[in-house]
């Protein structure tokens, strides 16, 4: 069964790094998404990302973070200079059609831990 | 502005025994309603979804949910639960101006032998 993967599974990284979490969607879904939760609270939307742009994003996404899809399979969130509550479970979405009834399909997490 | 309460952070619930976890939501357009289950250490996995008609949805593993549009309510139910079924559950909403989905804080399910 096609699935979202996501590297790395978990990472830890000084304040002030920059850090680049890595989804690869399923092959044939065309709109993106990076959530994030932070240990014992809500899962957040980031951004959402279709036809190499960013559709939409919270007021969480600011400038220390980016997307990119770099070629037609990966599926990038940068995050420029790490704070230390940037540390969180960043989860990794995609949807095969446009329309909010449609399944997001989500990876596994990258746990990210900033010191 | 949307948002998703899910009032139980953790239910313990004996094995076999029923269960319902609540959530509540708050939106002033027409929302479709999701219930995402996440086992340990994997990632979040689509359970049942609400978009029209029948109030009353079935979804994968013996779960149900209710729509009530009068105390804006999406309520999980399973008439007996399994071992198995310890997860941590997601309620979400979608609809508004928001690509994304709006996420409640999620509820823990633990199974008692």
């Known amino acids: 069964e096609p699935e979202v993967t996501q590297t790395p599974s978990h990472q830890v990284t000084q304040m002030g790094q920059e850090v680049i979490l890595r989804c690869v969607p399923i092959s044939n879904h065309l709109y993106f998404y990076w959530y994030r939760q932070i240990l014992g609270q809500k899962v957040e939307f980031l951004v959402s990302?279709?036809?190499?742009?960013?559709?939409?994003k919270s007021e969480i996404f600011d400038d220390q973070f980016s997307v990119e899809r770099p070629d037609g399979s990966n599926f990038t969130l940068k995050i420029r200079s790490t704070k230390l509550e940037d540390s969180a479970m960043y989860f990794c979405?995609?949807?095969?059609?446009?329309?909010?009834?449609?399944?997001?399909?989500f990876g596994e997490g990258s746990r990210l831990t900033v010191l | 502005a949307q948002s998703v309460t899910q009032l139980d952070s953790q239910v313990p619930v004996f094995e076999e025994a029923p269960v319902e976890l609540r959530c509540n939501y708050s939106?002033?357009?027409?929302?479709?309603l999701f219930w995402y289950v996440q086992y340990p250490n994997q990632g979040l996995q689509l359970l049942l979804k609400?978009?029209?008609?029948?109030?009353l949805v079935k979804g994968i593993n013996g779960f149900e949910a209710e729509f009530n549009k009068s105390q804006t309510s999406f309520h999980l139910r399973k008439p007996s639960v399994h071992i198995s079924d310890t997860a941590e559950y997601f309620c979400a909403i979608s609809g508004g101006g928001a690509d994304g989905l709006t996420f409640g804080k999620g509820t823990h399910l633990i199974i008692q032998p």
């Open positions: 609400y978009l029209s008609g029948s109030t």
């Open positions: 990302f279709y036809n190499n742009e960013i559709s939409e």
């Open positions: 939106s002033s357009v027409s929302v479709y």
């Open positions: 979405a995609s949807r095969e059609t446009s329309g909010r009834s449609g399944e997001l399909f």
